[in-house]
């Protein structure tokens, strides 16, 4: 069966004069300015109470935590002994390598040093952020695909493609069932359950619940990182460290809805 032939995308979405803006470092920038464009609608209509210079601080605290929580997340996860014998190219963010587990810590790290200087509720603060993360995650994978990157295993389905760099065989475009997933999908899911205020926790916990759901579900397509290959029979890396995330995030939207009828109940 014929593959579809990749489309040759430059990595580079362009140039000024000698420097070049990659798609995936446009991809992290739009993604954290939409974020923040979404937790600014979110604190009017959900009487958050931050200015719009507390939005403009929370999405400098999150750029710091993602990039920095991405970069150890994939050196300490994914490649510690190359690392370990290179320790100067940890430095090297715009080589590649950024671990979207690790991004989350940084992220909820950064979440919980600015909800105790602006005097928010944590989880609160974490709900109004996790409504918006689906942008970034959509455009990352897109970039992953415009590198290529990050492709799926050996396929013979219709629309399998054929990647430079991956060899003759066609193979899944993983790339973009993440992106309709983890980005699309959940982004329409989260704004959808964003319309009425929703008890602490719920939709944080909604969004890695369905997050780590998605990642095990596309994983399955997805070519294993070559220096780790399958943890056990079958299990990537990825899958190992999304299923925490399925647990925690089932655990705190069950705690939002108890919390939910225990108020109601007291009324």
Known sequence: MAALAYPGLDP??????????????????LGLVGAALVLR????????????????EVLLAATLGVVLGARLGYVLFYDPGYYLSHPLEVLRVWSGGMSFHGGLAGIMVAAWVESRRLKVTFLRLCDAGA????????????????????????????????????????????QLYEAALEGAVLLVVLLLLSRRRRPDGFMIGTMVCLYG????????????????????????????????????GAW??????????TAGGDG
């Open 12 to 29: 580079v979405a362009f140039a000024v004069g000698p420097v070049e803006v990659r798609w995936y470092g446009l991809a992290y920038v």
């Open 41 to 56: 609608r979110l604190n009017r209509t959900w009487c958050m109470g931050l200015s719009d210079d507390d939005v403009v």
């Open 131 to 174: 409504v918006g993360a689906p942008i970034g995650l959509l455009l990352g994978r897109l970039a992953n695909f415009a590198k290529p990157e990050l492709w799926g295993r050996v396929t013979g389905v219709s629309w399998g493609m054929v990647f430079p760099g991956a060899g003759p065989l066609a193979r899944h475009p993983s």
């Open 213 to 248: 759901a998605f990642r095990i579900f596309v994983e399955f397509f997805r070519e294993p990182d070559a220096q780790i290959g399958f943890l056990l029979p079958g299990a990537t890396m990825g899958q190992v460290l999304s299923l925490p995330l399925v647990a925690a």
């Open 252 to 261: 705190l939207v069950w705690r939002a809805l108890r919390e939910e009828r």
